[in-house]
């Protein structure tokens, strides 16, 4: 069960690019701005969300496009069915992302039905030092891969949230009735987002459990609640501090202040506080814990941007080992072939160069 058939247009530097053929490892290799994590960035935009990068759908849009991209892919399913998913703006709506599943209109939330994509990116290296509300967002983006229904969740509570914020800080004394309906709401919303996020921890921790300590650093994961964890105890708090709120202008408790806490277990350290290779080898321990978890239902794909470059030859071998064990299609990008000499011989190979990509191997 894979992705192929992919084709990008005006996406960024790729005004008409198609790959096919694609394998269980496929290596997009070029110099950098060739154009390799754009490719990731659209495959990425095949799940719920906004994709690796979440820029704004304007800046995903290539010059030659009039303001508008496009992304298709088929998904093999097994048995020789397929299904054609495709996601990108119109010229009559270019602010707002388009789905089609099988030519007929979907929301975002129904890609996530078929398929688990989970990505590591350079930019995720700063994570553990990060703020809250980044890693936050990539917990979420975790549970959604193992339960798309997450962000049906988290929209519903961010939603609710903002027009609490916004009646606490009005002028007006906001009616109690009307904060009694949104508070509900938020419960709602807040007590299944929070139980998604416990979830995709406990699944994660008990993944992790039995790793060994190398090659990659094991770390150990905790959920911290920002508040009640069920409706009826975020309802009872929210309540009760309003006036706290009110003076403050916005909601000082619930899951938007919701905490992932790491340490690698080794040492028993905060992970902000480890090694710059230390909390890269944590980071892919996780991704390839979430990875196996997420490629036990719907098909998998993970996306790796520039990961072996910085790894040594004993942990590139072992992450290779572990991929290819994994059932999950994988995606990675690299200026050259030399540090996948391991793959080569069993991966898809696109040279990228200005936008445009072909197939040598």
């Given amino acids: 069960m894979a992705l192929d058939r992919i084709t990008l247009s005006t996406f960024r530097n790729h005004a008409a690019t198609r790959l096919d053929g694609a394998a269980h490892f496929n290596l997009l290799v070029g110099e950098n701005g060739a154009g390799k994590t754009n490719v990731l960035e659209a495959l990425s935009l095949l799940a719920p969300g906004r994709g690796l990068r979440r820029a704004p759908l304007a800046e995903m849009?290539?010059?030659?496009?009039?303001g508008t991209f496009a992304i298709s892919a088929t998904l093999r399913t097994g048995d020789d069915a397929t299904v054609q998913l495709g996601t990108g703006t119109q010229p009559d709506a270019p602010a707002r992302r388009?789905?089609?599943i099988n030519g007929a209109?979907?929301?975002?939330?129904a890609l996530g039905e078929w398929l688990a994509i989970g990505w590591l990116t350079p930019a995720m290296d700063r994570l553990f030092a990060d703020t809250a509300s980044a890693r936050r967002r990539y917990l979420d983006r975790l549970a959604v891969a193992l339960d798309p229904t997450h962000a049906r969740h988290a929209s519903q509570y961010e939603a609710a949230l903002r027009e609490r914020n916004r009646l606490l800080?009005?002028?007006?004394?906001?009616?109690?009735?009307w904060l009694d309906s949104i508070e509900a709401q938020m419960a709602e919303g807040g007590a299944a987002l929070a139980a998604g996020r416990e979830g995709v921890i406990a699944a994660l921790s008990a993944a992790l459990a039995d790793l060994p300590d190398e090659p990659f650093a094991r770390p150990d994961l905790t959920?911290?609640?920002?508040?009640?964890?069920?409706?009826?105890?975020?309802?009872?708090?929210w309540r009760r501090g309003r006036g706290r709120d009110r003076a403050a202008g916005r909601t000082l408790t619930g899951p938007h202040r919701d905490e992932l806490n790491v340490q690698m277990a080794a040492k028993s350290m905060p992970a902000a506080q480890c090694s710059t290779g230390e909390?890269?080898?944590?980071?892919i321990a996780i991704t390839l814990a979430h990875a196996g978890l997420a490629a036990g239902g719907?098909?998998?794909?993970?996306?790796?941007?520039?990961v072996a470059a910085h790894l040594d030859p004993l942990r590139r071998a072992a992450l290779f080992e572990r991929l290819?064990?994994?059932g999950s299609q994988v995606w990675l990008t690299g200026t050259e072939t030399a540090p996948f000499a391991d793959i080569l011989d069993e991966a898809a190979v696109w040279q990228v160069a200005g936008g445009t990509v072909e197939r040598v191997a």
Avoid: F, I, N
């Fill in 98 to 100: 388009v789905v089609q």
């Fill in 169 to 177: 800080a009005d002028a007006a004394e906001p009616d109690p009735v």
């Fill in 279 to 283: 909390q890269k080898a944590m980071l």
């Fill in 324 to 326: 290819r064990a994994g």
């Fill in 223 to 237: 959920y911290v609640a920002g508040g009640g964890t069920s409706a009826d105890a975020l309802r009872a708090e």
């Fill in 298 to 306: 719907r098909p998998g794909v993970l996306l790796l941007d520039e």
């Fill in 105 to 109: 209109g979907a929301s975002a939330l």
């Fill in 61 to 66: 849009a290539g010059q030659s496009g009039g």
